[in-house]
């Protein structure tokens, strides 16, 4: 018979603590011989932790005092928070994925100007640089059309500091705007600080927040749209990783694992098309409604009272790329979901997005996203 390891899981206060747990129920169930107990942080922490009997520990660690008393503990440790690198072995959410997911919901609304609110955390510029790289790699992107509130943040300000700032902000920012925060609860702030000043959301401001908590997306007015990071598969991950090490594996401090996050859970806050060119806004829902068939540009440009010179031109205009790019782009997030939500192969999803064939439409999706369908789609299903 197998002997039964305990584990010890301290997730603390951790936002994605019951997804986590849920990973690591899906881990359990595939036959650990592990003996689970979860722990908070109490104030004498270290002393019962160290009395647990414990041959491992799962735990969400981000305070230097508190790394090092998990390293004096002489146990594989794994830890799941972002905010602290090379201390402990580390399985945790890939930022920049997020944000270039953010980035790519986004760009699917029409809208020219871009907006990111965050702090200077570690996961918050993470987050940025994939958000902004991936706006930035379209064609002739400017960069003036996105703009960055972290210089007006302070990690130390206080909530009414933050409120404010968030309001000065806003008020700098041009017409129709979408704006990523780096969780939730900014991304109600935003919807707050619009309703307050008259804007409309997402008319006027769309809005796309992170980490898909439930109790604060569904108190937006109207409901937050927000980025699914996953955490079943981080949970999942770590508790592989940590079996590993009690099983003797030497596994360094500075062992990063990033898992791919799950995708965009669309709301009220993003479902608009906000191009305030009519002709550009009806041909880009009629690309959206219509992008699973075998249309070309000559078929968008039957749908305005425009030739194709003239919408090519609104389309650089007010989108800054073309008609089939749009067309592209939006196949291509088509191709995302169905790799994310389905067990589809490559020649039915390439049908079902409007590809002429797996080739082609792994061609053009590697073109926009820099990687294969199959790569994303196991790094989503982790």
């Not at 794994?78 to 994925?97: E, H, I, K, W, Y």
């Not at 997020?98 to 980035?103: D, H």
């Not at 130390?156 to 968030?166: D, G, Q």
């Not at 009629?286 to 031109?313: K, T, Y």
Request: proline share 6%; hydrophobic share 40%; net charge neutral.
């Amino acid at each position: 018979m197998t002997a039964l390891r305990k584990v010890s899981v301290v997730f603390g206060n951790a936002l994605m603590a019951p997804e986590l747990f849920k990973g690591i129920g899906h881990f359990l169930s595939e036959g650990a011989p592990w003996i689970v107990r979860s722990h908070d942080f109490p104030t004498n922490w270290g002393e019962q932790l160290r009395g647990s009997g414990a041959d491992g520990f799962l735990v969400y660690a981000y305070e230097p005092d508190i790394v090092q008393e998990l390293q004096a503990l002489g146990v594989p440790v794994v830890n799941v928070s972002t905010r602290l690198q090379g201390s402990l072995p580390t399985v945790t959410l890939d930022n920049r994925a997020l944000g270039t997911m953010a980035a790519e919901h986004l760009l699917s609304l029409g809208v020219y100007w871009f907006g990111f609110l965050g702090r200077n955390f570690s996961f918050s510029r993470e987050r940025f640089s994939g958000f902004r790289d991936r706006l930035f790699a379209e064609p002739d992107f400017r960069k003036d059309r996105l703009f960055d509130a972290r210089p007006f943040m302070d990690t130390r300000s206080e909530n009414e500091k933050v409120i404010e700032r968030t309001r000065a902000w806003m008020r700098s920012l041009p017409k129709p705007i979408a704006i990523f925060t780096e969780d939730d609860e900014l991304a109600q702030l935003v919807s707050n600080v619009a309703r307050e000043s008259g804007w409309e959301v997402p008319g006027d401001v769309a809005v796309l927040g992170c980490n898909n908590r439930e109790r604060v997306c569904f108190l937006g007015h109207p409901p937050l749209s927000s980025i699914d990071p996953n955490g079943r598969g981080i949970g999942h991950a770590a508790a592989r990783l940590l079996e590993r090490m009690m099983q003797g594996e030497s596994i360094p401090g500075t062992y990063r694992e990033e898992i791919f996050p799950h995708g965009v859970v669309q709301r009220q806050s993003t479902d608009v098309i906000a191009v305030p060119d009519p002709c550009v806004a009806q041909a880009v829902r009629w690309i959206r409604e219509n992008h699973a068939g075998r249309i070309s540009v000559e078929d968008v440009v039957r749908q305005v009272p425009l030739s194709r010179c003239l919408l090519e031109r609104s389309f650089r205009q007010y989108l800054g790329h073309t008609p089939l790019w749009e067309i592209k782009r939006t196949r291509v997030e088509k191709v995302c979901e169905l790799l994310v939500n389905t067990n589809m192969g490559m020649e039915e999803i390439s049908a079902e997005s409007g590809f002429q064939s797996p080739q082609r439409m792994a061609r053009v999706f590697k073109d926009i996203l820099k990687q294969t369908p199959t790569e994303y789609r196991r790094k989503t299903r982790r």
